[in-house]
């Protein structure tokens, strides 16, 4: 399926941990994104949010506020900031029900709206991170980007390009996101494990990282309209900017 900014599946939005919301302001102007959406409905979950849109994706900072968050655990296990979620869309969620079914992999969250339905998939069976897979009504809306993002024309071309997931086997952990995600399982023996997404504009590329405490997303690449070249570390990612 196509979408007005690319076929599916495609990353739509990383998610970045940390203790609080100050990073924000940083990430903002690195991205050179609008003032951020605010969701107020996470507090259900004990956490506060800001969402930046950039192109067609988003990379949102969650928080925790309260006690006993799986966010705060995640926190404490790191010892600081880090790379919590990657979240694409896919054309069917129920063809995706089935492949994580057949994977044995827990839910851990499934939220449902008329614009969406969103299946977060236990991190320990996946491997490297919490993922989330989506099904948007029409087919690439972001409801978690906000009205102000769907009432503007956004950037189609820039967005999430690659993003650096470190696991402790990349081999079996690659195989495992592509069968769920539902594209090409890279080569067994691979060198560069790499999936490729969005008709091959997106990878998702899998490193070794034998402390599993350390597992997660540790980089990005992030096409900026109008940004400059550049990398810094952000939450504890590095993110690559280039020019969309």
Known sequence: MTTPYGPLPRLRQLVLASADLSVVARLQHLLRAPDPYLDEGIAH???????????????EVIAPQQDGTAVGRFLE???GPGGYMLMAEVAD?????ARIAEQGVRLVHEGLREDAVDLHLHPRDVGGTLLALDEMTPAGSWCWGG?????RTPEATGGLREVVVAVD?????????????????????????????????????FVPEPDRAQAGVVGATIAVPGGQAG???????????VPA
């Not at 969620?93 to 029900?97: G, L, M, N, V, W």
């Open 45 to 59: 979950f004990g956490l506060v949010n800001a969402v930046l849109n950039v192109g067609s994706s988003f990379v």
């Open 77 to 79: 296990r790191r010892g």
């Open 93 to 97: 969620a129920a063809a995706a029900r």
């Open 147 to 151: 009205d102000a993002w769907t009432q």
């Open 169 to 205: 086997d990349p081999e079996q952990v690659a195989r495992r996101w592509a069968a769920l995600i539902g594209v090409p399982s890279p080569a067994a023996g691979a060198g560069d494990l790499r999936l490729t997404l969005d008709g091959g504009a997106q990878t998702v590329r």
């Open 231 to 241: 990398e810094e570390v952000v939450a504890g990612v590095a993110l690559v900017v």
